[in-house]
């Protein structure tokens, strides 16, 4: 199957992130939830992938998202595991815990029913750089395929516009 085109990639303009990311000599972690990986997939499908990705955690599970993300368990219990300050937590532990510039989480609820009071659509996607962390509320519609795409779509597209250039 030589010159097949990665799906990933061809939905995602992950090879922009990554041209980006190169040319900032910066590299990226992710934490995913909703994604379970499918934004550390998209990213590697990209030639040159590895001079940028570091890794990634899959932290579907909540109790995940403390042990390997090092998200509080007061935050888990307090706010859940569909939150902002969890996305932000999570953001920050991808790249504390993979040594990245960059460490990028996403979680949030792709249905089809709704999770700790969050509606089916409900993304936080958490960007943390060195000069802080982002947290952006995604509101996505759709099934659980297209929720989940549209939440890497979003953090490939937010990580590139927090690296500028063009």
Not at 86 to 98: F, N, S, W
Request: proline letters at 3%; one cysteine or more; hydrophobic letters at 50%.
């Amino acid at each position: 199957m030589s010159g097949a085109t990665d799906p990933l990639t061809a939905a995602v303009p992950a090879a922009d992130l990554v041209r980006r990311l190169v040319e900032a000599d910066a590299s990226v972690a992710t934490a995913e939830s909703l994604t379970a990986g499918l934004l550390s997939a998209t990213i590697a499908g990209v030639p040159g992938a590895s001079a940028v990705l570091r890794g990634g955690l899959i932290v579907y599970a909540t109790d995940l998202k403390h042990t390997l993300a090092g998200v509080s368990e007061h935050t888990l219990a307090a706010d859940g595991a569909v939150a902002a300050s969890t996305a932000e937590q999570l953001a920050v532990g991808a790249r504390t815990v993979c040594g990245a510039d960059w460490g990028v989480a996403l979680t949030g609820v792709a249905g089809p029913d709704p999770q700790d009071g969050q509606a089916v659509g409900t993304v936080f996607l958490g960007i943390a750089g060195s000069e802080g962390t982002e947290v952006l509320r995604l509101k996505l519609s759709g099934d659980r395929w297209t929720i989940r795409m549209g939440a890497v779509h979003a953090a490939v597209t937010e990580l590139a516009r927090n690296l500028g250039g063009g």
